[in-house]
């Protein structure tokens, strides 16, 4: 198990320099006055490519939104080291921008002054941002909300918006942190298919967290299999389904196999994790 | 005009002028206040309370229209108001630099938090005495007055906005490319603003209170000494007229307050 653990990147990480992200023994504990610290993930290592899609899949509780929040460079990394083309990571930066879970829009702006807050930041010309906050609020099926507050809209549309928000900026690297928890069922599988779509139209280093088989499977050309307490990753797979993916994708026979083989691995992780709290 | 934006209007769908349906929704809000009018008066008739403590509104009103035609009252408001206002104003810059300093660098709160906690219950008419020492009779002995009792409401305000601003807000407009400074003025400030409003609400109503107050004791004008020497001479009908034009002020000034507070906070009540 060990073995896989270090398993290179499938496409363009064999150079460390261009390695979208590679992440170096990285152990992280949440310490709090007189108790024992928590484990929270235990020397993950990992390469992730440069215009790899990556989903770090497990129950909750197994340490991934932490090693989200790590590669964001929202909390300082206490060991080990985290480094991308710009360098270590040591704080946020716009070329790693992250969707959140949910509600993490600027309530005091609307959905267009959202959109457009990241591009104005990142230098794009008044202009050009207004085109692209619209292209990006369509793509997100928002159009007609623009001038709407988040308090005006459902749980679902803020989210998308947030999408549109982080997209527009157009990221070298895409963090999501189960960004269509919130989303129901036939919103959630178009936001896949668009998101997949996006990325292969431009492509990048996407880090996708979910505890969700099929979306990981449907999504990412690797996925990360992690085990909770401590967090560690389990195993990395390939997913050696076409590029282009779609509806007819979540019918054939190597999605259905692969998802069942996965859905058994994660299925381990949560039964000797659910042992270990009894 | 989206169609969520239409939704969150809302308006209520009464048949006829909504702004006659205004203005009768605000006389009967207001409606108890006759009751206040008809005991004022009906203690006055009845001979239980002399007439010289409760003097008939028809007098007072005439007193105010003296007082209003003559420009005293005018005079001394504006001498007041520049006080209060003044006072006020520096509170807000400081009280939100204070604050929002507290709730963002550690050394700040160290230094600024106790300050706070001793000096918040203490009742700031106390330091009249003091401030007279101090800086004479002058206004600026008000205005530091109107300062010190201002102040804290801000900094509590802005401290416990800017400390209660969701992490991921921050986080998002950080990895969007903001830097720290960006991050206080665009993200922590706007996310603070509906308790750093509350806190100069709150101010705005202790700067009325201790703007007359002090002039009670220290000052040759403005509405409290006119209050204080209307009272000391025994012309009553002509007191009450002033106490309650500085009350209709007071009123006024918070309606103004919370319009505006309405206004800047539409996206929260949207």
Redesign the interface.
């Given at each position: 198990m060990s073995a896989l653990r270090q398993a290179p990147a499938a496409d363009g990480a064999a150079a460390p320099g261009a390695s979208g992200i590679r992440i170096d023994t990285v152990t992280h504990a949440y310490r709090s006055p007189g108790r024992p610290p928590v484990i929270a993930l235990d020397r993950i290592s990992l390469d992730i490519g440069p215009t790899e899609f990556h989903a770090l899949l497990g129950p909750s509780g197994c340490g991934k939104s932490t090693l989200l929040y790590l590669l964001g460079g929202f909390i300082p990394v206490q060991e080990g080291a985290i480094t991308t083309p710009k360098g270590r990571v040591t704080a946020p930066g716009p070329e790693r921008s992250i969707v959140f879970q949910n509600f993490a829009l600027f309530p005091w702006k609307t959905v267009r002054e959202n959109v457009l807050y990241g591009l104005r930041k990142s230098g794009v010309g008044r202009e050009e941002s207004e085109a692209r906050a619209r292209d990006f609020i369509a793509l997100v099926h928002l159009t007609g909300f623009e001038d709407a507050y988040p308090s005006q809209l459902s749980g679902g549309m803020q989210q998308r918006a947030a999408i549109a928000r982080t997209l527009a900026v157009d990221p070298k690297i895409l963090l999501m942190d189960e960004p269509f928890g919130a989303l129901d069922a036939q919103t959630r599988r178009v936001m896949q298919e668009e998101l997949r779509a996006i990325w292969q139209r431009s492509p990048k280093t996407v880090v996708f967290v979910t505890h969700d088989v099929q979306e990981a499977v449907f999504l990412a050309d690797r996925i990360s299999i992690m085990s909770s307490r401590p967090g560690r990753i389990q195993h990395i797979l390939d997913v050696p389904l076409p590029k282009e993916r779609g509806e007819d994708t979540l019918e054939s026979r190597e999605f259905i196999q692969l998802s069942e083989h996965i859905w058994r691995l994660v299925r381990e992780q949560a039964v000797a994790a659910t042992r270990g709290r009894l | 005009?989206?169609?969520?934006?239409a939704?969150?209007r809302a308006a209520p769908a009464v048949p006829g002028s909504p702004r006659l349906f205004g203005i009768l929704d605000a006389a009967l809000r207001y409606s108890p206040l006759l009751v206040l009018v008809a005991i004022w008066e009906g203690l006055g008739l009845s001979g239980l309370v002399s007439r010289q403590m409760l003097p008939d509104l028809g007098t007072i009103l005439s007193e105010f229209w003296r007082m209003l035609v003559g420009g005293d009252l005018l005079y001394n408001t504006a001498r007041s108001l520049s006080r209060s206002f003044s006072g006020l104003a520096l509170a807000i810059l400081v009280g939100l630099a204070a604050g929002l300093a507290m709730a963002t660098a550690r050394p700040a709160r160290l230094l600024i938090n106790p300050v706070v906690q001793i000096f918040y219950p203490m009742p700031k008419s106390a330091l009249i005495p003091v401030v007279m020492i101090w800086l004479g009779l002058g206004d600026a002995s008000k205005v530091l007055l109107i300062f010190l009792g201002c102040l804290l409401p801000v900094v509590v305000g802005a401290y416990n906005g800017a400390r209660g601003v969701?992490p991921?807000?921050i986080?998002?407009?950080?990895?969007?490319?903001?830097g720290r400074f960006?991050v206080l003025r665009?993200?922590i400030v706007?996310?603070a603003?509906p308790e750093i409003l509350n806190g100069c609400r709150t101010a705005l109503a202790f700067s009325f209170i201790l703007m007359v107050s002090s002039e009670f004791l220290i000052a040759s004008d403005g509405v409290g000494y006119m209050i204080s020497s209307l009272g000391d001479g025994g012309i009553y009908p002509a007191m009450f007229a002033v106490i309650f034009f500085v009350a209709a002020i007071g009123f006024a000034a918070d309606r103004i307050y919370t319009a505006i507070m309405r206004r800047q906070l539409?996206?929260?009540?949207?």
């Open positions: - | 005009m989206s169609a969520a934006g939704q969150g969701n991921f807000l986080w998002s407009a950080r990895s969007l490319g903001a960006e665009e993200v706007p996310a603003m539409r996206w929260r009540n949207a």
